[in-house]
């Protein structure tokens, strides 16, 4: 690919809000590149049942992600993986840096980079991820056949994923810090009918204990601090996501949990520099929200594009002018 190109936009990520930014971009005959590290899709492609999108009674989020991908395909956006590291701008050119080294130039830039798992930051964790302690049910399940789980979360995606795992395990618990769950009431109703899953409620984990694979969990109440053990041959964390950001701290300032800030268009304080999904502050993290910003940046992006054009145009005929 040629590192002196400049592209009309480049999107990070390659979520459900950057694939559509990209679809709208290129319907409106933008040279776009969608940067993405791991894989098109995003949480949405590791999500095992999605019940919610318009148009879909029941999708898997890899089915939709793929959906997705292919249409944006199909249009002629261009995808290359890739960590971005840092963002700048010169003038009207801004610049993609990867972790590699390499960069891009580009006219405009979406940040559609997402939110990764939250982590509980508690003893035995990080050293136990991999082996027992895991963040996605769809990749992990099928290997706790049988197998006695435990679940954080009290969320619409702890329910669904409990629910989910129930096919593979023999006995779930579900531990909440408090005394009743977030999550849609269609969850709800299935998880208390389920013979399988058990509510802890009141309760944290202070420390995930084991020998080669997790085997423990110590739990604390509370309301009363009474703390016990819990036998457990594996741990499923839900407990909500953060803004994948960390690489703008040095580039603008982000609010207290981490998100950008934006105008109801997408727009963020720098020209030609837009944000939309999960990555950016809003009420609703959802992927049919993730959709709709994600129409609106792509939109925009054309617009400022067509407003640089104007500019660059008066600017040459204003030169024109006093050279006569």
């Not at 095992?48 to 009674?57: A, D, M, Q, R, S």
């Not at 027992?132 to 992990?140: A, H, I, R, W």
Request: glycine share 10%.
């Amino acid at each position: 690919m040629d590192e002196n190109k400049i592209w009309d936009t480049i999107i990070l990520g390659a979520g459900p809000a950057g694939m559509t930014a990209a679809i709208y971009t290129r319907r409106g005959l933008l040279e776009t590149l969608i940067i993405e590290k791991m894989m098109p899709g995003g949480n949405v492609a590791i999500t095992n049942k999605i019940e919610n999108y318009p148009g879909f009674t029941e999708i898997s989020g890899g089915e939709l992600s793929r959906k997705m991908e292919e249409q944006a395909k199909h249009l002629g956006v261009e995808f290359i993986s890739g960590d971005v590291v840092s963002i700048a701008q010169d003038e009207e050119i801004k610049y993609v840096t990867l972790e590699d080294g390499t960069y891009y130039k580009t006219k405009s830039i979406i940040i559609a980079t997402g939110a990764g798992w939250r982590k509980l930051g508690v003893p035995g964790e990080k050293k136990y991820t991999g082996r027992g302690v895991s963040y996605c049910g769809t990749c992990d399940g099928p290997f706790f056949q049988d197998k006695v789980i435990a679940v954080v979360g009290g969320g619409d995606t702890a329910l669904d994923e409990s629910l989910y795992l129930e096919r593979f395990a023999k006995k779930i618990y579900i531990i909440h810090r408090r005394d009743q769950f977030r999550g849609a009431k269609i969850y709800q109703d299935r998880v208390f009918k389920n013979p399988k899953i058990e509510v802890i409620w009141d309760t944290v984990i202070s420390e995930v204990q084991g020998e080669t694979f997790v085997n423990n969990l110590r739990l604390k109440n509370t309301k009363t601090g009474e703390e016990k053990a819990l036998n457990v041959d594996g741990l499923f964390i839900f407990i909500g996501q953060e803004p994948n950001t960390q690489f703008l701290k040095s580039f603008c300032s982000l609010d207290d949990y981490g998100y950008i800030n934006t105008d109801v268009n997408m727009k963020t304080k720098f020209d030609g520099i837009f944000a939309a999904g999960d990555v950016r502050k809003k009420e609703l993290y959802q992927i049919s929200t993730a959709v709709g910003d994600g129409a609106v940046a792509g939109y925009m992006a054309i617009k400022y594009l067509e407003e640089l054009k104007c500019k660059q145009e008066e600017k040459n005929e204003c030169n024109a002018n006093k050279l006569k």
